[in-house]
């Protein structure tokens, strides 16, 4: 996500709505090299009629410039060759402009490149043969403070999930042992939820919750967020 040279292209308003009324809008910046795919991914997304798509940028630098114009409630980027690069560019935006939600979008349905985006801070990830009422789905979901993984996706880190448990004598153990707390832990990271979305709905602290979560693990054997999310979906918490 670092090469390229060209700026950031800055794009139109959408229109406002029948009536002359404008509509909510949900502010865009697109990140991802420039060409067709990108200008039909722009166009695509515009379409929904809430969704503005404010710049589209080709790496790391365009997408800080960017943002100092006209900050955006949801960054879409692709990263689906570089893993170095796309999560260091997440971490990067999280860290300055942590207000600003991050979607993933990419080819890349793989255990490990999910859970190194969702460490590097992304609030979402969506894989390119989604459909496009997913892809909009995902933009309004984390635009409104929600996690967001695509169930295609998920299906894939369940299904890595079950060979794997089934095939290690220390697979992951039943749910049994878990406190009604952990189990409400549970069910929200399957849903999605961030630590500090969950600590807003269940009316505790965010060290309360990191402590249930890091309690979990430890009671049922997981070891990675994604791992958490594919076992609340195997054992029916989601």
């Known amino acids: 996500m670092e090469g390229g040279s060209s700026t950031a292209t800055a794009l139109p308003a959408a229109a406002a709505a029948e009536g002359g009324h404008a509509r909510p809008q949900t502010l865009v910046l697109l990140i991802d090299e ?6 039909g991914l722009c166009g695509l997304l515009e379409s929904d009629g809430t969704i503005q798509v404010v710049a589209a940028s080709a790496n790391r630098r365009d997408a800080i410039e960017a943002l100092d114009t006209v900050p955006p409630h949801v960054a879409i980027i692709d990263f689906s060759t570089d893993l170095k690069g ?14 600003v939600r991050i979607l993933v979008l990419t ?5 490990q490149f999910i859970e190194t985006a969702l460490r590097a801070g992304a609030d ?4 390119k043969s989604d459909s496009r009422a997913e892809l909009f789905n995902a933009v ?3 635009a409104s403070g929600k996690g967001y993984i695509s169930p295609s996706a998920l299906d894939r880190m369940v299904t890595a999930y079950a060979q794997t448990s089934d095939r290690l004598p220390g697979r992951a153990r039943p ?18 939820y961030r630590t500090r979305e969950m600590a807003q709905l269940m ?15 430890r009671k049922l054997g997981l070891r990675s967020a994604a791992a958490v999310a594919a076992y609340a979906i195997t054992h029916g918490f989601a």
């Open 34 to 39: 420039p060409g067709i795919m990108r200008d």
């Open 86 to 99: 796309g999560p260091e560019t997440i971490a990067h935006l999280k860290q300055r402009w942590p207000a």
């Open 203 to 217: 009316s505790l602290s965010h060290k309360t919750v990191e402590k249930h979560r890091t309690n979990l693990m």
């Open 107 to 111: 080819v890349r349905r793989d255990e």
């Open 175 to 192: 749910p049994g042992a878990l406190t009604h707390r952990e189990q409400e832990v549970i069910a929200l990271i399957a849903k999605g």
């Open 140 to 142: 309004h979901r984390i």
């Open 124 to 127: 979402g990830y969506v894989l």
